[in-house]
């Protein structure tokens, strides 16, 4: 299995709601990441988690909460977002993260729309 | 923030012809990777090429890397409609972090 899966495919939410991204992977990948990407543009990365810790948080501002409850799964939790923040939320897995021939597992990615 | 640039931004081609695209970044990297994303999806890995490697092959891909320039360039032989994406290169740095450059969407006509 060299899946990786996002729910919700689509999340449309208000400034003041608190919702839930999920991510899961089964291919036994100790890494774990969160990246935003706006329309046609670059994917950036916004957190990593490495064994379930996280090790890499790029300067996202609260609103966003990662959280790793086990190896498989990653959630990103939101709230009171903004407009801007409307854009296609990918999670990607990789085998360690810390290899330097560590390849990314993308999955098909939220597309989230803040009103 | 993004690595580098990548060119054209923009390339349409017919079915059958080869179809070049070229990276430039600006750091000392472990290796560099090449990403396909189809229109509002997932991305795809398709190929990485090491530090000290020059050249590298998959199918129809094929990658070269030129360290003292500091680019790469991706070229897709006998394109497909199939073919037509965002190709994105990406480098890892020294804290394993990937960074994507600009883009280049394809689009293949058939």
């Known amino acids: 299995d060299t899946e990786v899966t996002q729910t919700p495919k689509h999340l449309v939410m208000g400034m003041t709601n608190k919702k839930s991204l999920k991510c899961e992977q089964h291919?036994?990948?100790?890494?774990m990441y969160w990246y935003k990407q706006k329309a046609k543009k670059p994917p950036e990365l916004m957190f990593v988690?490495?064994?379930?810790?996280?090790?890499i948080n790029e300067s996202v501002p609260s609103r966003f909460s990662p959280e790793c409850p086990n190896s498989s799964l990653l959630n990103l939790h939101l709230h009171a977002l903004q407009p801007e923040d409307s854009a296609l939320y990918l999670c990607?897995?990789?085998?360690?993260?810390?290899?330097?021939?560590?390849?990314?597992?993308f999955g098909p990615g939220t597309r989230l729309t803040v009103l | 923030s993004q690595q580098g640039e990548e060119d054209p931004q923009a390339l349409s081609i017919q079915e059958g012809e080869n179809a070049t695209m070229n990276c430039s970044y600006k750091t000392s990297i472990n290796n560099l990777q090449w990403y396909r994303q189809n229109s509002g999806r997932g991305l795809v890995h398709l190929i990485l090429i090491r530090s000290n490697e020059r050249e590298k092959h998959s199918g129809r891909l094929r990658v070269t890397l030129d360290t003292s320039k500091k680019s790469s360039s991706l070229l897709i032989t006998a394109s497909r409609a199939a073919d037509t994406a965002s190709y994105f290169c990406?480098?890892?740095?020294?804290?394993?972090?990937?960074?994507f450059g600009s883009g280049t969407r394809l689009l293949v006509r058939p």
């Open positions: 990406a480098t890892m740095d020294s804290s394993y972090k990937l960074i």
């Open positions: 990607a897995s990789s085998q360690d993260g810390g290899m330097s021939t560590d390849t990314q597992y």
């Open positions: 291919m036994g990948h100790r890494a």
């Open positions: 988690y490495s064994y379930e810790k996280l090790s």
